[in-house]
């Protein structure tokens, strides 16, 4: 229920943010040679004449039967060219959070099991020089070095699923190691702070006094309930990689979802970013969603329903 | 027999003394207390005795169990002995289970630690263990979480957890402080009837010397890290001989208390624990002893034949408790 009150707020929220825009989206589209009157008649096809609200009704229940209407700008249904922009992005975040994650839980784990050696030291100042760097600078980094001087992937550019597997792949290795690492980094902070803060719980020391080594006790307890704070951040970090998404796309000119709304933010096809914002928040919300019943799962002092 | 034998055992962290010199026995199925106040070492007595001290304590010294000595063994080595040989009752039932983990569970691998047995004998054994800490329905019970029990429930399954390989010693670090003051008595009354039963020896950890005196029969009164005064319950609450021993019956509400309460005021021992490192040269209540003289310069040792006590001036064995010396100003 809350789910849908805020995916309603959402809506209402872009809609009117990009009607506040001022410049009528006929005229850009007819340029500054248009006469008055073919300026008004595109503005009546594109019912941009309606009264506000009746505009966001008609956006709404279409998006809600899944139509997403027709770009201003080509004419075309927007829906196929979101769908191959999702075909990139999605697996581009979806890798980036899977290599996020591949070095957050070790680095994060050791640099807690050897916080008080050297080395643990060493981890953490590692993962603070991540932060530190910014995704693009890494993005152009790697390109620098790993597809110039060694040409081992491509520099730019996107293979299409259907031309090749292996190449679309081979595309997005680049960008989701870059959009990944700053994402890990931050994400290895929390899990050292969740596992340390394990290591100091008094059920830590029970089960060692059952007999359990502390490194069998550790894993028996400790990662279950170093979980609960860690996933609290996943969900939030998405939208982090979400904006992250945008960027990169833009340094490995790939055409994913961030490259289609900067261009539609150019263009003023308004009507496609109000479809695109409309579509992230959707993710943002349901996976904050999904973990919150994740949440239920994992810890059982969140009653169901409660 | 004796089965645990402590000897000049010293814990220091960064280079402030926690324990100094500690010295006692503890024979096979004997109930010793060991009393004093927040901040004497006692709780990390105990778990240095587990080998589960704090990272960054040094320990020196001797503990000999069951002729084994165990300081100096590895995390792997000690923990063949923990659970097995030696448990620990926890003072805070409410973090001391884990709160994802059905408590059935958490027995269960308390018997599993040691016991190479199958799911089905081990769960056998846990249920067992229910209904002997008293859950009257242990099938039902077993599948709560820590967070659907009560205090005193969960500290029954902490004490279940403990008895899970019939140790022959427990270690009880303050186990009814954080409960209810009408579950204390029934939790103590279950372990002490549990160790009686198992044959299993008791290490009773407390402040309170009410709840020692009625389970121990022998008692060790700690302070500032040293213990000042050992011997059996009756002669340490009918004539103590350390000037804190004494002290420490007359703040005991029910021991020494009440004519002063009737009067209208609190006995209290005057100044306070010192912090770490702020203990005097010498006798460790040197400044807030009462029959302070030059000679309390020098360390005291732990001297005495059965009674045992660390003082150069004690009070004479069949003296009234000094009256009046301890009463806050």
């Not at chain 2, 249920?127 to 820590?146: H, I, T, W, Y």
Request: some cysteine; hydrophobic content about 50%; overall charge positive.
């Amino acid at each position: 229920m809350a789910t849908v009150l805020t995916l309603f707020g959402a809506s209402v929220l872009v809609f009117a943010v990009l009607n506040i825009l001022p410049g009528s989206p006929a005229q850009v589209i007819l340029g500054t040679q248009a006469t008055p009157a073919s300026v008004r008649e595109l503005t009546i096809k594109l019912g941009l004449n309606q009264p506000l609200p009746l505009q966001y009704l008609h956006w709404i229940g279409g998006l809600l039967s899944l139509h997403l209407g027709n770009s201003y700008i080509s004419g075309q249904p927007i829906a196929p060219e979101l769908g191959a922009a999702l075909a990139v992005t999605g697996p581009l975040v979806a890798l980036g959070l899977l290599f996020g994650l591949a070095i957050a839980v070790p680095t994060g784990i050791l640099s807690a099991l050897r916080h008080r050696r050297a080395s643990g030291t060493w981890l953490a100042a590692a993962t603070q020089v991540g932060i530190a760097i910014p995704n693009f600078v890494l993005g152009i980094l790697l390109i620098i070095v790993v597809a110039v001087d060694w040409r081992l992937l491509p520099a730019s550019g996107f293979i299409p699923w259907s031309q090749s597997v292996g190449g679309a792949l081979r595309s997005l290795v680049l960008p989701a190691i870059s959009l990944g690492l700053v994402e890990g980094a931050i994400l290895s902070r929390y899990v050292r702070t969740a596992i340390l803060g394990v290591m100091q719980a008094d059920y830590l020391r029970t089960a060692r006094a059952k007999g359990l080594p502390a490194r069998r006790a550790l894993v028996r307890h400790g990662v279950r309930n170093a979980s609960v704070p860690v996933l609290t951040v996943l969900g939030l970090e998405l939208s982090g990689l979400i904006i992250g998404a945008v960027v990169i796309e833009a340094v490995f000119t790939l055409p994913g979802v961030g490259s289609l709304l900067l261009s539609s933010v150019a263009n003023r096809d308004l009507i496609t970013v109000q479809d695109i914002v409309m579509l992230v928040a959707t993710v943002v919300v349901v996976t904050n969603l999904l973990v919150d019943m994740l949440y239920r799962v994992v810890d059982p002092r969140l009653e169901v329903g409660g | 027999m004796t089965l645990l034998r402590v000897s000049g055992l010293s814990v220091d962290t960064e280079g402030l003394p926690v324990l100094r010199g500690v010295d006692f026995e503890v024979s096979a199925g004997e109930r010793v207390g060991l009393i004093g106040e927040s901040g004497s070492g006692k709780t990390v007595a105990a778990l240095t005795l587990m080998g589960l001290q704090p990272e960054g304590f040094a320990v020196q010294g001797s503990v000999e169990f069951e002729g084994r000595q165990l300081v100096g063994l590895s995390d792997r080595e000690f923990s063949a002995i923990r659970g097995a040989r030696m448990a620990m009752v926890f003072q805070e039932p409410m973090t001391a289970l884990d709160p994802l983990m059905r408590v059935g569970q958490q027995i269960i691998d308390a018997v599993r630690a040691h016991r190479r047995v199958s799911s089905s004998e081990s769960r056998r054994r846990m249920l067992e263990l229910m209904a002997r800490v008293g859950f009257p329905s242990p099938e039902e019970q077993s599948r709560r979480f820590p967070h659907q029990l009560s205090g005193g429930q969960r500290q029954r399954v902490v004490i279940a957890i403990a008895l899970a390989c019939d140790p022959a010693l427990i270690l009880a670090d303050e186990p009814t402080t954080a409960l209810d003051v009408t579950v204390q008595a029934q939790v103590l009354a279950l372990l002490q009837r549990l160790v009686a039963e198992e044959g299993s020896a008791l290490l009773l950890i407390s402040h309170d010397l009410a709840v020692v005196s009625s389970v121990c029969q022998r008692v060790l009164v700690m302070y500032g890290g040293t213990l000042v005064e050992a011997a059996t319950t009756d002669e340490i609450l009918k004539a103590p001989r350390h000037p804190y021993t004494a002290a420490l019956l007359q703040t005991s509400a029910g021991i020494g208390a009440r004519s002063r309460l009737a009067a209208g005021r609190l006995p209290t021992i005057p100044g306070s624990v010192p912090s770490l490192g702020g203990f005097p040269e010498g006798c460790v209540f040197r400044g807030r002893c009462p029959r302070e003289q030059a000679r309390c310069r020098e360390v005291p040792p732990l001297v005495g034949d059965g009674h045992r006590f660390a003082c150069w001036f004690p009070l004479e064995p069949g003296a009234a408790p000094i009256a009046g010396t301890f009463v806050g100003r």
